[in-house]
């Protein structure tokens, strides 16, 4: 069977995990492929509040093998914890369950210390990181110097490679950063107990995808994070340091394009960002914190790694338009529309105007992003409750109208809309 990518259209906590647990309940196999536990999805089951970092939210359905693919950086202690927090709630984690590459790479306590030291040191400039060693780690995939999962199979050399690491960094913790040096010793010991815990989960990730597809398994790629994170195609320097993006799967997994042919992009019916960097459509004041919510609610706007509030703001369909074309969506998800009741007009930012010049896509350069204006279209709004909603019927003229926009806008249909936070509270078109 063909596969399918879902990922964040935006700066990620566009609610892909709902739309993914929503797509899991078709899908026999749910694969991640890029970042760490810098992603936090929240999966409200009944009277259970699910929070998971690494794992795919698929693995509340029964039928679904979770994946952890070669793409991701893993911090094996968090991951061991992740797994025991839903083994308490009665999720089965077995290894039949659960499969993680082993050429994924490990974030060890040296990546963690050098994430919050150089933050610190970039001062006024910091990315806003979330603190889990995620770039770090990546900085040594990429250099060529970093400790593979597979490793976890050799205790005595992941104990050894783990040791000289932390002493290798805590020269330049000290020299570079005037930082805390860390204690090999028991940075080695604590990682090798999850190491002999995680090894029976390890498996080359491609060879089993490949071999499921080929028997007519049904895979969800689920992405991280969003398009305007990805190290490439978002607003460096203020982006992640992987590719959450659709081709980031196919790299972060191991097969080809041609194993592909929906590819889900999951938008929020405006705009949030945490951590530094350009937003265009922020709103500050009432109409900001109002977007926001209170944070009583697990669905208001605050991180669910870092609890940070979420900067919000209206829709920009310059940065939707962008991310279409990078993924190549076939369809878009709208999420919390349901958010959008109750204001007399909504706005949405159908171009830009960066020094008196308009333009339909985001310039390439943050410099020039911070100069970008919005240029506005005013859409009328709605006073209604459109929790009840469940077709597409049930949804009064002003808020098709406003879906129906968004679409035209970016050249994407939306198929379906989330209004609400429980499972069901989803409109599809
Ligand atoms: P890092 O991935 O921890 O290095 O953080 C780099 C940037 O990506 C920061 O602006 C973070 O706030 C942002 N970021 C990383 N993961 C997520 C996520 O899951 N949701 C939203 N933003 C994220």
């Keep these: 069977m063909p596969a399918t990518i879902l990922v964040g259209a935006q700066w990620g906590d566009e609610g892909k995990g709902r739309v993914a647990d929503w797509l899991a309940a078709q899908s026999d196999v749910v694969a991640r492929f890029a970042g760490g536990d810098n992603a936090g999805h929240t999966v409200y089951v009944g009277d259970n509040l699910f929070k998971l970092h690494m794992i795919p939210s698929g693995i509340l359905h029964e039928q679904v093998t979770c994946v952890l693919g070669n793409g991701m950086v893993i911090n094996p202690v968090n991951l061991v914890k992740e797994m025991d927090g839903l083994q308490t709630m009665g999720v089965d984690i077995s290894p039949d369950r ?56 050799q205790e005595e050399a992941f104990a050894d490679a783990l040791y000289e690491m932390v002493r290798r960094t805590n020269d330049i913790l000290v020299k570079q950063y005037g930082a805390e040096t860390l204690d090999p010793q028991k940075a080695a010991e604590d990682y090798l107990a999850a190491a002999i815990r995680l090894r029976p989960y390890l498996r080359d990730v491609s060879v089993y995808l490949n071999q499921r597809m080929n028997t007519g398994a049904r895979v969800l790629c689920e992405g991280a994070q969003g398009t305007l994170l990805d190290v490439d195609h978002g607003d460096y320097p203020f982006v992640t340091s992987s590719s959450p993006t659709s081709g980031g799967a196919l790299t972060g997994l191991g097969f080809g394009p041609r194993r592909v042919d929906r590819i889900v992009g ?164």
């Design 266 to 429: 999951v938008a929020k019916s405006f705009s949030t960002r945490v951590g530094s960097g350009p937003m265009v459509t922020e709103l500050h004041g009432e109409l900001g914190d109002r977007l926001r919510g209170t944070g009583e609610h697990f669905w208001d706007e605050y991180g669910t790694t870092t609890g940070r509030p979420r900067r919000c703001g209206w829709l920009d369909t310059v940065a939707l338009r962008y991310a279409a074309q990078v993924n190549g969506f076939t369809e878009i998800v709208l999420t919390k529309l349901d958010v959008l009741s109750g204001f007399d007009e909504l706005k949405v930012a159908s171009a830009y105007m960066i020094d008196g010049r308009q333009v339909d896509f985001p310039p390439d350069t943050v410099m020039e992003l911070e100069r970008a204006e919005p240029v506005y279209e005013t859409l009328p709004g709605w006073s209604e409750d459109i929790g009840r909603a469940r077709r597409g019927d049930d949804l009064p003229q002003a808020v098709r109208n406003y879906i129906q926009r968004v679409a035209d806008l970016c050249g994407v249909p939306v198929r379906t809309v989330s209004v609400g936070p429980e499972r069901d509270q989803l409109v599809h078109f």
């Design 98 to 153: 659960l499969i993680i590459s082993t050429r994924a790479h490990i974030i060890t306590p040296a990546h963690i210390a050098l994430d919050a030291a150089s933050e610190k040191a970039r001062g006024a400039g910091a990315i806003g990181t979330t603190l889990r060693g995620i770039g770090p780690a990546y900085l040594d995939k990429t250099g060529r110097q970093g400790i593979r999962t597979g490793l976890m199979a």
